[in-house]
């Protein structure tokens, strides 16, 4: 009984020093607060997989009602702004410009051809491959603009469509498909992955440079109680930090949420205490800020960026890069937020996930505990 009043007393002495130093130090309450703001804002607003106002050119070789009223149906889409043209070499000169992003050729014949109740109008699409994933977004797009307006043309005059059968497509998750409502997700896990490293990470090394970690490490408090002294008070900053990516995602990018909001806060505190105990462990390796920032950027935000699936797609990454994924805490917690944003509680996605937070929630914690009672000897 004496000895867990004891425990209580001098962890929260340790718990009280943690926030007193948070309060008088600005620059943790910035990491915690204030960059996620930044970073969602401008990496939200910056990234999207969209195509929206694209330049787009339409050779009009036949100059008449229907390629009028298609030319129309291009400018009544956010997809694209087009711009007409009477020859295709003078398309292909906007294109090589890059005054436009691809254009069609609508042929001489394309009226007549319309007008066939039997054979397809040809019209040739010349899209920008340079980058190839925006030039099949913008392919699909403009396919799409032009069946639409073919379908709705021949209505209109009670004609027969080409082909027999109707196509009704229906998008389960995202049916807007916004690609922002897939980003944000991500872009909030990447934001804590980064501030749960950084708050430990720096503040432990700022320690370890002030001489302050050995005056501590000298009490009669145990490595164990010190450091846990250190999650707890940084845990709870890190939850305001996950309190205002989360406000942001749903008010300012307008992200539907269709999960549990308990679930949401338990997975989100299992990776949040995987990050800061990522900060503990580096801060044992590190103890220059200087060394701590760069080695945190470097094992969070990077793999949070490219190898937890919010910009690439891990099944169609080599084998090999899908094995190095699975290493990364990032990839099951961007799962689990695209998971509860857009599908809901899907347990059999979650569970999986938050097992292997776990798995790496204690491993974390436990090398540094044991790296830190290393470096005293």
Excluded at 336 to 364: D, E, I, R, Y
């Amino acid at each position: 009984m004496t000895s867990a009043r004891t425990f209580f007393r001098r962890f929260g002495g340790l718990l009280h020093k943690e926030f007193v130093q948070i309060v008088r130090d600005p620059s943790s309450i910035a990491i915690a607060l204030v960059m996620p703001v930044v970073l969602l804002l401008l990496i939200g607003f910056g990234i999207s997989l969209d195509a929206r106002n694209v330049r787009f050119g339409i050779v009009d070789e036949n100059r008449s009602v229907e390629t009028a009223g298609l030319f129309q149906a291009f400018a009544n889409t956010p997809y694209f702004r087009p711009f007409s043209f009477l020859t295709s070499k003078a398309a292909e000169a906007a294109l090589m410009r890059g005054d436009i992003e691809g254009f069609v050729v609508l042929r001489s014949d394309f009226s007549r051809r319309v007008a066939d109740p039997i054979r397809a109008a040809d019209i040739a699409i010349v899209v920008n491959g340079v980058d190839a994933n925006n030039a099949r977004i913008v392919t699909g797009y403009a396919q799409g603009v032009v069946a639409t307006w073919l379908l709705g043309h021949r209505r209109d005059r009670a004609q027969p469509a080409v082909s027999p059968v109707t196509v009704e497509n229906r998008y389960w998750f995202n049916p807007e498909i916004r690609s922002t409502n897939f980003i944000v997700p991500g872009l909030i896990a990447m934001v804590m992955t980064m501030i749960g490293a950084l708050l430990t990470a720096l503040v432990v090394a700022r320690e370890w440079e002030r001489g302050t970690m050995e005056a501590m490490l000298a009490s009669p408090a145990s490595m164990t109680e010190i450091l846990l002294g250190k999650l707890v008070a940084y845990f709870v900053l890190g939850l305001g930090g996950l309190a205002v990516s989360v406000f942001i995602g749903l008010v300012v990018f307008e992200v539907p949420f269709r999960g549990s909001a308990e679930v949401l806060i338990a997975i989100s505190s299992v990776f949040l205490i995987v990050s800061l105990a990522m900060g503990l462990l580096i801060s044992t390796v590190a103890r220059s800020q200087f060394v701590a920032a760069q080695l945190a950027f470097l094992v969070t935000f990077m793999p949070a960026l490219i190898l937890s699936g919010l910009m690439f797609d891990i099944e169609s990454m080599p084998r090999w890069v899908q094995a190095v994924t699975t290493v990364f805490p990032a990839r099951y917690f961007v799962s689990s937020l695209q998971t509860l944003f857009l599908a809901g509680t899907v347990w059999p996605v979650l569970l999986p996930n938050l097992a292997m937070l776990m798995g790496f929630a204690v491993l974390f914690l436990a090398l540094a505990i044991a790296r830190t009672h290393r470096s005293l000897e």
